[in-house]
């Protein structure tokens, strides 16, 4: 890898987003975010303009639901959690990305 | 799929806006704590969360393109894969398009039998009514109308009987003729009409006016409404024809209007409609015969519409004569029956037949796209490794097999419009209206639905089993496209709906075979006719000698063509005609006696060369001699009429009662001696029995006859023969129309119902045939590129080449006798469908049977030579060495 951040790969954010709404429960688009980039560390540029498509994507497909809340200092903030279709998709996501990854790994491995 | 959300760009807008104004405060307030100033926090916010018109756009375009841009990529996909593999793409489009083409072109030539409404207002009201004269109808199709007497009727029943709305008639007659006795001359059809006709069937002219009941009295200026046909073509869709004058029969008569495009008569065609002015009936005035409609009041069944209007026309009737020895009968039936008849029997058996074409055309195609998706089996795992959804993957391979379905159906469109040509010439004259079927918006339609249908139908099965893709396979053989069972299946299917195809084929060859060699009793080859019906105007029925004269003048003329070998003229249409018929009888000088029911008996004034030239044996007695003409009144019985009328003597001798001309204008019954039998000709119908027939000598005959029917039996060719007829009659009168037909045209005509449906699903059969063999191949050539591994080991253990393709065609044979087995129960089971069209064969009928079953077990087994000769050539080594 080279000295510029990681790109994320087409697909990836929704299991990203997945992902922290699930361990971490009901969050505001500011709060994924943030969490996104903290487990990142920096490896990783999360582009907003990317991520609010991506939650209301996710949310018509019904993996994750949204309704209006008060954030933490007090301002109205929209709150995502998971849904059931939600954690089944993500499981399915999670195998599909090692299938990928064992493929890929594999091709690579091959290749040389 | 995200369609709904088109409408909802405000909300998305404005759920955007509070998003980002959320974020970029948080990020603010993030930042003034990390120590910036609050402007440069600002700032720094704005440029970290990007351009917000960005986002939205991004929102939109998820929202809205993601669908049709998954369409299209979709598509542009199917057309590479589908490029790449032109030969498979190639076939199922033919497939594909042969099935839907056909289905298109069938649908269309019977849609008007099946499911248009008739061109009328509220056609399910419309009835015919009337009376059935056991002498006149009952036996064939084509004399089937109800009768009504105008002199019962005197002009509508006022007030209109219960439970009708309104009550009309036409003047009976099939095809009654006027002539244009101005330039150009022509023949039109002319039918005479009460002035509220066009109401009761809710029809107004497009241009002009209707009838009024002022120009249907007793003498009213002489008005006519044209058909659009004549409009265009005589008047060139001129507007101002209205209030023109055309000469008809030699008076003249105002255009009114002109009918809609689309209007077709309830009776036989129509050019002209004029009004019937013959009301109120002079006393004790019979009047003519009237075939009568009505309109019903919403909600009243035939039944009831006949139990209220029966005591009507019975009473109507009862100051009637008796017409003949069997009382009529009054009776209602609805329009649609009427018109249309039994012809959806038919309709519903050419329809399921171009069905199963369909059917196995489908079956074929999904045969070849899972057998190619075998193929791209480890095509679909890679994809789905890199993350493609399942559904998405499975509308990609219904996008490819609606793609092929599309383009089938539109190479199927083309395909029909040449098919519904052939339909239409090829169809008995019985399927009412058949030329008026085209390839119209509604076909459209139904072609496009059913394309899609087909297309979703032939994708499901491949969609699914890609939907089942899960994980890379490696090295494995066995993929979910592959089972072979589920292959297995589809080809005995189709099999089995070939088998029944084939089968209900041969049995209508059978009985088209059945009828045509119904001995007919003439001989028509080398025989040609002419009916000669002179110009109203020049010859009318008042001037006594002129028409007999030309009448005569014409018998010697065609006599003296050169190749004749008989000539005849005689005063009805050969072999049918009901010029006269009678329910009663007169032998011996005895006063009549009714004849038993349903039986009529014929008569037909003849020349001397009758006999001769329809080659009608005479089987006692003696032949017509020119000197019968004006000689003592004589008479030939046919074999029928002599048993009829002496059962259990010899006729020669005794007399008849018959008709004659008389020079005033009368016809006047003698008695005629008996002095000869001829044989029984086929007058009702080639699988009917005969009526019995008297025949007389012509005699002044043009002094109340209105036409006289030609005949000769020549040695000259079709083309000279028809050519020197027409000159016959031209050098008398060019004025008179005529058509000069071969003989052997009509017996044709008389069998062109069981030809048409007996052709038509004889081509289906052999299509299906053909797909079944097609399909057949396809599977064994495929399992048997499967299986050369394990035919490479069982060669290596010693099987020889022999036993291989012996296995191969052993296999598909066991594939062939299920889908006979289930084709037969198929057949046994619908063998009702087919029994109305058979004739002189059982719908069980086992020679039919048997021949279908070879055919079919012929042509599967040539199928699978190929396939078993490739299995047989495996090499075993290299078979082993692969993979």
Redesign the interface.
């Known amino acids: 890898m080279g000295k510029d951040k990681a790109e994320l790969l087409?697909?990836t954010l929704d299991l990203l987003v997945l992902k922290t709404v699930e361990t971490m429960g009901p969050l505001?688009?500011?709060a994924i975010?943030k969490r996104i980039e903290q487990v990142a560390q920096d490896l990783l540029e999360l582009?907003?303009?990317?991520l609010?498509?991506a939650l209301?994507?996710l949310e018509?497909n019904g993996w994750i639901s949204s309704e209006w809340g008060t954030?933490e200092?007090n301002?109205?903030?929209?709150f995502y959690s998971i849904t059931k279709q939600g954690r089944k998709q993500l499981a399915l996501e999670a195998e599909?990305w090692e299938?990928?990854v064992a493929?890929i790994t594999r091709v690579l491995g091959s290749a040389r | 799929m995200r369609i709904s959300d088109l409408l909802r760009r405000q909300e998305i807008d404005q759920r955007v806006d509070e998003e980002f104004e959320f974020h970029l405060r948080m990020q603010i307030e993030e930042n003034i704590r990390s120590g910036m100033n609050p402007s440069d926090a600002c700032v720094a916010a704005r440029r970290k969360l990007g351009n917000r018109t960005q986002v939205t756009e991004e929102v939109y375009r998820m929202n809205t393109i993601s669908f049709l841009e998954e369409v299209a990529q979709n598509v542009r996909f199917s057309v590479r894969t589908l490029r790449r593999n032109p030969g498979f793409a190639m076939t199922a489009v033919l497939v594909l398009a042969l099935g839907l083409g056909s289905s298109t072109a069938m649908f269309s030539a019977l849609d008007r039998i099946l499911f248009r409404p008739l061109p009328y207002a509220d056609e399910d009201r419309l009835v015919h009514f009337g009376m059935t004269f056991p002498s006149f109808s009952g036996r064939s199709a084509a004399d089937s109308d109800l009768i009504l007497i105008a002199g019962s009727y005197q002009g509508s029943w006022k007030p209109v009987p219960e439970p009708f709305t309104a009550v009309t008639t036409v003047m009976w007659g099939k095809g009654s003729s006027c002539d244009v006795t101005e330039q150009p001359s022509e023949r039109l059809l002319c039918a005479q009409v009460e002035s509220n006709f066009l109401k009761t069937f809710g029809v107004r002219p497009v241009l002009g006016r209707d009838f009024t009941p002022e120009d249907d009295a007793r003498g009213a200026p002489q008005v006519a409404i044209i058909s659009h046909k004549v409009w265009t073509r005589r008047f060139g869709a001129d507007p101002g024809v209205i209030g023109r004058t055309i000469e008809l029969d030699g008076a003249s008569a105002s255009v009114i209007g002109v009918l809609p495009a689309e209007f077709s008569m309830p009776t036989s065609e129509a050019d002209i409609l004029r009004p019937q002015q013959q009301y109120p009936l002079p006393p004790g005035q019979l009047g003519s015969m009237l075939t009568a409609f009505g309109r019903l009041k919403p909600g009243v069944t035939g039944e009831q519409a006949q139990a209220a209007i029966a005591p009507i026309i019975e009473a109507n009737a009862k100051g009637l004569p008796r017409v003949g020895g069997n009382s009529p009968q009054p009776r209602v039936v609805r329009l649609r029956d009427h018109l249309i008849g039994d012809a959806p029997r038919v309709a519903w058996l050419l329809l399921g037949a171009v069905a199963g074409l369909l059917l196995i055309a489908c079956v074929n195609v999904t045969n070849l796209i899972v057998a190619r998706l075998a193929a791209r089996n480890r095509e679909f795992e890679v994809r789905a490794a890199l993350g493609a959804g399942r559904a998405r993957l499975a509308r990609l391979a219904l996008t490819e097999s609606l793609m092929l379905a599309v383009v089938g159906g539109t190479l199927g469109l083309a395909l029909a419009a040449g098919m519904l040509r052939m339909f239409v010439q090829m169809a008995p004259s019985s399927m009412r209206d058949i030329e008026r079927a085209a390839l119209d918006l509604r076909v459209f339609t139904v072609a496009g639905a059913l394309a899609l249908v087909v297309g979703m139908a032939v994708g499901a099965w491949p969609a699914f089993s890609v939907w089942r893709v899960r994980e890379l396979q490696h090295g494995s053989r066995a993929t979910p496209a592959a089972r072979p069972h589920m292959r297995f299946a589809l080809v005995t299917a189709q099999i089995a709906l070939t088998v029944a195809m084939l089968g209900g084929s041969a049995l209508l060859l059978r009985t088209l075979w059945n009828q045509v060699a119904v001995p007919l009793g003439y001989q028509s080859e080398q025989v040609f006719t002419m009916e000669v019906a002179p110009n109203v105007a020049r010859y009318p029925p008042s001037s006594r000698g002129l028409r007999h004269a030309l009448f005569e003048q014409l018998l010697d003329r065609i006599r003296q063509i050169p190749g004749t070998v008989a000539a005849t003229m005689s005063s009805d249409e050969f072999p049918g005609g009901m010029h006269s018929v009678a329910s009663r009888s007169a032998v011996d000088r005895q006063p009549p006696r009714d004849l038993a029911r349903g039986m009529r008996l014929r008569g037909r004034d003849v020349t001397p060369g009758y006999f001769q030239t329809f080659r009608i044996p005479i089987l006692r007695g003696r032949a017509f001699a020119e000197s019968d003409r004006g000689g003592p009144p004589v008479a030939i019985l046919s074999e029928s009429a002599a048993r009829l009328l002496f059962p259990g003597q010899d006729p020669i001798g005794h007399t008849v009662e018959r008709g004659y001309n008389n020079t005033d204008l009368t016809r006047v019954t003698r008695w005629a001696e008996v002095v000869g039998v001829a044989g029984d000709v086929r007058n009702v119908g080639p699988t009917l029995d005969s009526d019995p027939e008297i025949y007389v000598p012509a005699e002044n005959w043009g002094y109340l006859a209105s036409y006289a029917v030609y005949a000769i039996r020549t040695q000259a060719s079709s083309a000279n023969a028809v050519a020197f007829m027409k000159q016959a009659v031209a050098d008398l009168d060019p004025l008179t129309p005529v058509t000069v037909e071969p003989l052997d045209a009509e017996v044709a005509r008389q069998t062109e119902r069981p030809r048409f449906v007996a052709w038509l699903l004889a081509a289906f059969a052999g299509l299906a045939l053909l797909l079944a063999a097609a399909g057949l191949y396809g599977v064994a050539s495929y399992l048997v590129t499967q299986r050369t591994r394990d035919i490479g080991v069982r060669m290596a253990l010693g099987a020889s080449p022999a036993d291989i393709s012996r296995q191969v065609v052993g296999e598909a044979g066991r594939w062939i006798a299920a889908g006979a087995v289930l084709g037969c129960a198929l057949a046994w089971a619908g063998a009702r469908a087919i029994e109305a069209q058979l004739y002189g064969v059982a719908s069980r009928d086992p020679l039919s049977w048997m021949v279908s079953l070879v055919v079919l077990a012929a042509a599967l087994l040539l199928a699978v030579q190929r396939p078993a000769a490739r299995a047989a050539r495996v090499d075993p080594m290299e078979a082993l060495r692969a993979d």
Do not use: D, I, L
């Open positions: 087409q697909g505001h688009g500011w975010a582009k907003y303009g990317t609010y498509p209301m994507r018509q954030s200092n301002r109205r903030a929209r599909n299938q990928m493929f």
